[in-house]
């Protein structure tokens, strides 16, 4: 058992000090994949790394008392909610900037307007449900890497495969990302 899947069984049971243990082993990786994730990218430059990570593990951590099985277990739970809290984060900024605090007055038979920004966050969850669907592994693949910043190495050991499945589902799986993003873009 890795030494994460070993704090998780800790923090099951309710040890104290197990939550403790437990983000100081994966704070460091989640965080760093938070800085690459934000980097560059001006819809989401007001959402900070620290603030990223420290959501996703406050929104882990709380709520219904979880039993982590394992690492993977912990770590697609993590890209997940990551991955939610980013895409919330561009809708409410979105929603900002087209007057999201004005009153709403209901106009029938107009298409709602959606903005260039927030077009691809929506297009990468569209696009990521449906990768889950056809392919549950690079789906993993996808989450584990992308949103939980794990290399391959640790991906493989996480889904039990080699690293050149890993390497494999990551290069098809951007192919399909790519594909289907296009299609709901156009």
């Known amino acids: 058992m890795s030494e994460i899947t070993v704090i998780l069984d800790r ?14 082993l994966v704070y460091q990786t989640l ?9 560059g990218d001006r819809m989401v430059l007001t959402l900070q790394p620290t ?3 420290h ?18 277990h912990f770590y697609n739970a993590a890209a997940q909610v990551m991955r939610q809290i980013v895409l919330n984060h561009v809708r409410d900024n979105a929603a900002r900037k087209r007057g999201g605090d004005w009153a709403r007055v209901e106009l029938e038979g107009v298409e709602p307007l959606v903005t260039a920004e927030t077009a ?7 696009a990521l449900d449906q990768l889950k669907r056809m392919d549950e592994r690079r789906h993993q693949v996808v989450m584990l890497r992308y ?8 991906i493989a050991r996480s889904l039990d495969v080699s690293e050149k499945t890993v390497k494999r589902d990551w290069a098809a799986a951007r192919a399909f990302l790519r594909a289907t993003m296009s299609e709901e873009q156009s």
């Not at 923090?11 to 100081?24: I, N, P, Y």
């Not at 965080?31 to 980097?39: C, E, K, N, T």
């Open 31 to 39: 965080r760093f994949r938070a800085y690459d994730q934000l980097q």
């Open 120 to 126: 691809d966050w929506e297009a990468l969850d569209v």
């Open 51 to 53: 603030v990223l990570v």
């Open 147 to 154: 949103f939980a910043g794990l290399t391959d190495e640790q």
């Open 55 to 72: 959501e996703a593990l406050l929104k882990l951590m709380t709520g219904q008392p979880t039993s982590w099985e394992n690492s993977r």
């Open 11 to 24: 923090l099951g049971r309710g040890e104290c000090g197990a939550f403790d243990d437990l983000v100081s």
